[in-house]
């Protein structure tokens, strides 16, 4: 049961507007019933209810939690939408970017609940950052070897080798090899905003997140 149960209620005018039809609408979409989503996200059917009749206003843990329940983003369930996006992503408009080292090209299209990057990490970047955050991480080795350690395990990948893992587990990655590693690396961008980037050094990412040698 969530903390939220004991808070007071708020006016219902002071609630986002949106969010309660749409808290509904996405629930129905996905055919579960009040009972079974108010289950899966730790919630009473009672403080469920209330969230979609305006009269709770939800914390983003909820939405983060009803989100990945309903099989959407959190952007959906505030209403947000988003101008139409072209499916394909042309290597020509890839333009590199560099941080803390690393250089990545944009392999997806911007605003999405996930990040495409392509990637290449240079040998001894990042120091010796630890990552923890939510959601999940995929990545696949083209070129070289990778240094990944989840957790106290230690993982050597080479090309063709892939990893996919909840981003709650202290994570670290680095290149083996002195020409460094070359990755394909698929993020969730559960509380990210959907510009920033996962990767680049620690001091000025705008909240925790991976990339950083063992």
Do not use: K
């Not at 499916?87 to 333009?95: G, H, P, Q, Y």
Request: proline share 8%.
């Amino acid at each position: 049961m969530s903390s939220s149960e004991t808070e007071p209620p708020v006016d219902p005018a002071e609630a986002v507007s949106v969010v309660a039809p749409q808290l509904r609408a996405l629930r129905r979409r996905a055919a579960l019933t009040l009972e079974a989503a108010a289950r899966s996200a730790g919630l009473s059917p009672a403080h469920l209810s209330r969230l979609e009749t305006g009269q709770r206003q939800p914390s983003l843990p909820m939405l983060l939690a009803l989100a990945r329940i309903y099989g959407t983003t959190v952007s959906e369930l505030l209403g947000e939408t988003v101008a139409d996006r072209d499916a394909i992503v042309r290597a020509a408009d890839m333009e590199p970017t560099v941080a803390g080292g690393w250089t990545y090209w944009q392999a997806g299209s911007a605003g999405r609940g996930m990040q495409a990057l392509r990637v290449h990490v240079p040998y001894g970047s990042q120091g010796d950052i630890v990552r923890v955050h939510p959601g999940e991480e995929w990545l696949h080795v083209l070129s070289g070897r990778l240094r990944l350690r989840l957790g106290d395990t230690v993982h050597l990948l080479g090309p063709g080798d892939s990893a996919h893992f909840d981003s709650l587990t202290p994570h670290r990655i680095a290149a083996r090899d002195t020409d460094g590693v070359e990755l394909l690396f698929v993020h969730t961008l559960l509380q990210a905003p959907t510009a920033a980037l996962c990767l680049g050094p620690a001091t000025t990412a705008p909240h925790p997140t991976s990339g950083e040698t063992p």
